[in-house]
């Protein structure tokens, strides 16, 4: 049988919303405080959804010590304690949550085998949160 | 369609051990999880049911019968006890939270009336949660 295990982490990190492609004006308007020179900080909390088969003798989807191990070391240790506009992965995309989100979610597709990635959630904040589920082929 | 989710609180304590596997393989496997005295946690489980909203009444399902079912068929089974050995179910099983959830499942679903179960999702930890939409 099927089921979802759902694993919850923490991270914190700073950001500029910035794109040069704007005029400063453009930058302000888009991303008022965030827009901000000096970049700025949230505590992320990140909640990696994945799906299989419950093995019949573990009992478990996939080993979550697996799973806590590849997250530490290919998201967390990547991230955390980090500006994200000075990492590669934003050198040509804004670090907003949505293109963090995505970023995380194709990192762990390729990281993490043991199971089937559903889903990726981060919350920048108590009060919003954005979810990836990879690209759904079109029906 | 409308779904509905009720919250519902137990602690239990369980242990992670098969007796397919050597005593080493299942302290690897299973680290601190195998130690045979148990450990214990505070679950909450989240119960979804989903159906149209009855005319008459406004409801998709009766909360009041849907909390006595969850108390009579879960919270009394298990809240407060060693899973392992006081509830049939992990008698064969493990009772890990993929499992758990799955459970919680069978013994709720042949016992709703009106509304259909959706999901079952039980929290270990605030971090570490299962989701079981049923056999797919």
């Known amino acids: 049988m099927k089921a979802h295990l759902t694993r919850r982490y923490l991270f914190s990190a700073s950001h500029r919303l910035h794109n040069d492609a704007m005029t400063a004006e453009e930058n302000r308007a888009t991303y008022g405080k965030c827009n901000n020179p000096h970049g700025h900080g949230h505590n992320y909390a990140l909640e990696v959804t994945v799906s299989g088969r419950v093995d019949r003798r573990t009992g478990m989807v996939c080993n979550l010590a697996d799973l806590d191990k590849v997250v530490r070391e290919q998201v967390l240790e990547r991230f955390d304690h980090e500006n994200l506009n000075t990492l590669r992965h934003f050198d040509s ?6 293109n963090l989100c995505v970023v995380i979610y194709d990192i762990l597709r390729r990281a993490f085998r043991a199971a089937h990635l559903e889903k990726v959630r981060l919350e920048e904040t108590l009060m919003n949160a954005f979810e990836y589920e990879g690209e759904r082929e079109s029906l | 369609m409308v779904y509905l989710t009720r919250k519902a609180e137990f602690s239990a304590s369980h242990y992670y051990h098969s007796p397919e596997f050597t005593p ?4 690897r496997i299973f680290g601190k999880c195998n130690n045979p005295h148990g450990h214990g946690h505070n679950y909450t ?6 159906g149209d909203i009855d005319k008459r009444s406004g409801f998709v399902v009766d909360l009041k019968q849907l909390k006595e079912v969850m108390h009579r068929e879960v919270l009394d089974a298990m809240d407060h006890r060693f899973l392992n050995k006081e509830v049939p179910e992990f008698a064969t099983r493990i009772p890990t939270t993929e499992n758990l959830a799955i459970a ?3 013994r709720l679903e042949p016992n709703l009336n009106h509304a259909k179960l959706h999901r079952v999702r039980v929290y ?3 971090d570490l949660f299962v989701d079981f939409y049923g056999e797919e």
């Open chain 2, 24 to 27: 080493e393989e299942n302290r």
């Open chain 2, 45 to 50: 489980l989240e119960v979804t049911v989903k």
């Open chain 1, 93 to 98: 995309i804004v670090p907003t949550t949505e």
């Open chain 2, 124 to 126: 270990e930890t605030p």
């Open chain 2, 104 to 106: 919680v499942w069978q």
